[in-house]
């Protein structure tokens, strides 16, 4: 069975900072794989996601996420922050053989200014 | 072209009372889904559509969750009785129906059962 591990729940930087999210996969296939993130009293919205060439993806916002096989991770950067960066941000892994995400837990990112 | 479409946003409803939520997909999307999503056990999937058909029922939330999709572009999820853990924020969400495709989320509707 595929999961998500996001092992931070909460993770505070201050503004122009970089920033590195963590993520972990387990699938026995070539995963697709997702960030999503979420602000305050919305739903989710697409970061980026990822399937096959270039292991670093480009996102919206100045986001990224290097996807590493060898490590079964897919952590999200970005190089500087800024304060409405502050949200949940959540990795998700499609499901094989449906098409339905499974998310990890999810990471508060604070950006103190 | 407008997005889901998510109502009430907020809904109190006493112990025992039925309740049901409304969502509206993205125009053209085949896929839809209900999820739960609280503090302690984030994000849960409820009910998955493909085409209108039910894929997946949620397992445990059989008994007093059910989700229908009257036509392609309404779908709601009805709780019936609501018990105060049933408190959370429901979101819908809508995709292509294609592999590899972004699912586009509703505001969710947050519910509080007193």
């Known amino acids: 069975a595929q999961s998500v591990t996001q092992p931070d729940a909460r993770v505070t930087v201050s503004e122009g900072a970089s920033l590195q999210l963590r993520c972990k996969y387990s699938?026995?296939?070539?995963?697709?794989l997702f960030w999503y993130v979420q602000y305050p009293r919305q739903g989710l919205q697409l970061l980026l996601k990822?399937?096959?060439?270039?292991?670093v993806v480009q996102g919206v916002n100045g986001f990224e996420a290097e996807f590493s096989k060898s490590n079964s991770s897919f952590h999200l950067r970005k190089a500087s922050v800024h304060w409405s960066d502050s949200a949940v941000y959540f990795c998700?892994?499609?499901?094989?053989?449906?098409?339905?995400?499974?998310f990890g837990s999810g990471t508060q990112l604070t950006v103190m200014p | 072209d407008a997005g889901v479409t998510q109502t009430p946003r907020h809904e109190v409803a006493e112990k025992g009372q039925t309740i049901i939520l409304k969502c509206e997909p993205v125009?053209?999307?085949?896929?839809l889904f209900w999820y739960r999503q609280t503090k302690i056990q984030g994000l849960e999937l409820l009910s998955y559509?493909?085409?209108?058909?039910?894929?997946?029922d949620g397992g445990a939330f059989k008994d007093r969750f059910k989700a229908e999709m009257l036509n392609s572009s309404f779908s709601t999820l009805k709780i019936q009785p609501t018990e105060p853990k049933d408190s959370a924020v429901y979101l819908c969400?809508?995709?292509?129906?294609?592999?590899?495709?972004?699912?586009?989320f509703g505001p969710g509707t947050r519910l509080t059962v007193l």
């Open positions: 969400a809508s995709s292509p129906g294609q592999i590899y495709a972004e699912q586009f």
């Open positions: 699938s026995s296939v070539t995963p697709y």
């Open positions: 990822y399937y096959s060439g270039d292991p």
């Open positions: 998700a892994v499609e499901s094989s053989g449906s098409w339905q995400l499974i």
């Open positions: 125009s053209g999307h085949n896929d």
């Open positions: 559509f493909r085409s209108k058909s039910l894929m997946e």
